[in-house]
């Protein structure tokens, strides 16, 4: 492996100590005070690594110390190590056997940068949305109970991920159940706490020690045997004089034994806290640990985001190697026209459930920050809120990756849909989405929003349709909408001054044919194109259609289509049960398969999760490139079946386009 030059200076003079440590029982044979030196290795290598992969680097700074901790003071893999959201994993990676592998992340066959289970024994939960571990770690911590097992359960959850309503649930199971469980809040941005210091360090370490341990138990059996009115007083007295020193009132309410506040960058601090919650007997326990986002590398430290994303960059300098393009990027074509049409409606509204820079409302928010909403970690919370401003005749935008809206669905169906509200969701990171892999694919929304009644559903084929599909969701005001729109940048056309609202239920016609029709709904269509010009070569007349909306369809373009031409291949960029089958079921209760010669194909995502990669990449295996549109038309005839032309009677299906789908299950 090439050597980078190390951008944290180490504190000490030694020979690389991080290249022997291939598992965490190696670690385990170090001395305490050989930790440092590993930590500072580790966040040298996590640095240069991401700088070759980019990621998620702030996060996974702000762990390092406590990584090696936790990974030094429990028995990994066998104590089970949970990481909330995976984003913070990295040093987790590279000190649990795959630090070889680490310039892999985020590639196509390599590392993935989220834990995972199918990657490594010591990934126990996959993760990429967050909030999941504690509910996780419960299930885990019962699991061992009923086995009669022993081991430890950790959960490492962020002071963001803490923010969500699941992790309070489970917190509140957990509490109720008395099961001996560890959670270690990573508090890295919110201040939920006193500034760490001598003190409170001191408090944390005296109250995770079993004498404070034994000497509560002893007086909680004291105050079972006073009186009622006193037994409340003295328990009372003993939460409150805790909870006034550390802060910790909310967690012990939950039935947590709270320890805290500890510096998750000392190790003289956090060893010892972690080794006396180890051996404790007490049921949960919640260990408030203050860490700093992008710890130990000056450019990140200096961000406003901590470096929370990132591209390939400069180690030494910092600077992010962002590819320039001539098309602005869907994200920010959403902002700046929502921001057009608010400038004319003040009732126009945006909610953010923690992204507003991944989502484009903080352009909104710069503009109208009196009516940009982010209401953290919530997704369900945002919906609803969403819901009760549209009572009011507010015009609500809920920006949201479509992989996130998964978590509020059934506040999209009873509080949005079943009472007709016109909540608008601007649904960003459709169809597959690159590195992030599998977990951040968009690839469900409009199967999961399309059998809602009354629901509007527009999907962009480009920026310019973006804008008008902004301008048509503002005008929407009798029921809810959604507008969904891929990663990245657009493919360059000219922008509109202000979007115009659509026709509701209308497509267009981009090319005129005879033979086949590519109908397209979304992202797609550019490939769809590139597949006419192929098929045109070729001798196949091609229509080249945009539905633009998959709800309602345009009945009188399917018709047209299903009657003028012999084939129509609708294409799309999600899963199996979507726009395609709508299409069907709408010719089909119209009989047009009944007519002679008549068929249908349609192309939709494989129907397995499709591994991170390159987003080109990922369409070709998936067979939605213009290479795979053109084989699915040539499949659909037989081999010496008429195409058209002036060869008519002899035309074939030519072997370079004879296509073999990268999954079992395929296109349909």
Aim: charged share 20%; aromatic share 8%.
């Amino acid at each position: 492996m090439t050597a980078l030059t190390p951008i944290v200076e180490p504190t000490h003079q030694y020979r690389p100590i991080l290249e022997s440590l291939n598992s965490p029982s190696d670690l385990r044979r170090l001395k305490p005070k050989d930790l440092q030196r590993v930590a500072d290795e580790l966040r040298n290598e996590t640095i240069n690594a991401v700088a070759v992969t980019g990621g998620h680097l702030g996060a996974s700074l702000g762990v390092v110390e406590l990584t090696v901790a936790l990974h030094y003071v429990f028995d990994t893999p066998n104590d089970k190590l949970i990481w909330d959201v995976g984003h913070q994993a990295y040093p987790h990676k590279i000190l649990t056997g795959r630090r070889e592998r680490i310039r892999t992340l985020r590639q196509g066959g390599g590392l993935s940068g989220f834990t995972k289970r199918s990657e490594s024994e010591y990934d126990c939960f996959g993760a990429a949305h967050s909030s999941t571990s504690i509910s996780a770690g419960l299930g885990m911590a019962v699991a061992r109970d009923l086995s009669g097992e022993t081991h430890n359960v950790i959960c490492v959850i962020g002071d963001g991920a803490i923010s969500a309503g699941m992790a309070y649930e489970a917190m509140n199971n957990a509490g109720a159940m008395g099961r001996r469980l560890i959670v270690v809040l990573n508090d890295n941005e919110m201040s939920i706490a006193r500034p760490v210091g001598a003190m409170s360090a001191y408090l944390a370490r005296l109250l995770s020690s079993p004498m404070y341990m034994s000497l509560r138990g002893l007086g909680k059996q004291v105050a079972e045997r006073l009186p009622a009115f006193l037994k409340e007083r003295a328990l009372r007295a003993e939460e409150l004089a805790r909870g006034f020193v550390t802060g910790g009132t909310l967690f012990e309410e939950l039935g947590f034994y709270y320890v805290g506040v500890v510096d998750g960058h000392n190790l003289d601090q956090l060893l010892p806290v972690l080794e006396n919650v180890r051996d404790a007997k007490e049921g949960p326990i919640l260990i408030h640990v203050r860490t700093q986002k992008g710890k130990g590398y000056a450019p990140a430290e200096a961000s406003d985001d901590k470096y929370h994303g990132v591209v390939k960059f400069d180690v030494a300098t910092g600077k992010q190697n962002k590819a320039k393009s001539a098309a602005p990027s869907y994200t920010k074509v959403f902002g700046q026209y929502l921001v057009k049409e608010a400038e004319q409606d003040d009732r126009i509204l945006a909610i953010t459930a923690a992204m507003p820079s991944g989502t484009g409302v903080d352009i909104f928010a710069k503009a109208f920050p009196e009516r940009a909403f982010d209401v953290g970690i919530a997704e369900q919370h945002a919906v609803t809120f969403a819901a009760g401003l549209a009572t009011q005749g507010y015009k609500p935008f809920v920006a949201i990756y479509s992989t996130f809206l998964q978590r509020a669905y059934d506040q999209v169906v009873h509080d949005v849909a079943l009472q007709r509200l016109p909540v608008r969701f601007a649904i960003d990171r459709a169809g597959l989405v690159g590195a992030d892999g599998p977990t951040h694919a968009g690839s469900f929304d409009v199967t999961y929003l399309g059998c809602l009644p009354g629901f509007v559903i527009m999907a962009a084929a480009d920026e310019s349709e973006l804008a008008h599909m902004v301008a048509t969701a503002a005008a929407i005001d009798d029921r809810p909408s959604a507008l969904r729109y891929p990663r990245g940048d657009g493919v360059g056309v000219p922008m509109p001054e202000r979007g115009v609202p659509l026709e509701i239920g209308r497509g267009r016609i981009l090319r005129q044919g005879s033979t086949v029709a590519l109908l397209s709904l979304g992202g797609r269509l550019a490939d769809c194109l590139k597949a006419a010009d192929v098929l045109a070569a070729r001798g196949v007349s091609t229509t080249v259609a945009d539905a633009r909306f998959a709800k309602p369809l345009d009945g009188e373009l399917l018709l047209r289509l299903a009657h003028n031409h012999e084939l129509v291949v609708t294409v799309e960029e999600g899963a199996i049960g979507g726009f395609s089958a709508h299409v069907m079921q709408f010719l089909a209760d119209r009989g047009a398969f009944e007519q002679r010669g008549f068929k249908m194909r349609a192309m939709v995502l494989p129907d397995v999760f499709i591994d991170h990669d390159s987003p080109p990449t990922m369409y070709a295996k998936a067979g939605l490139d213009a290479g795979g549109i053109v084989a699915k038309v040539f499949e659909a005839f037989e081999p010496a079946q008429i195409l058209t032309g002036p060869d008519r009677g002899t035309a074939r299906r030519p072997k370079e386009f004879v296509h073999t789908d990268a999954f079992s299950g395929g296109a349909l």
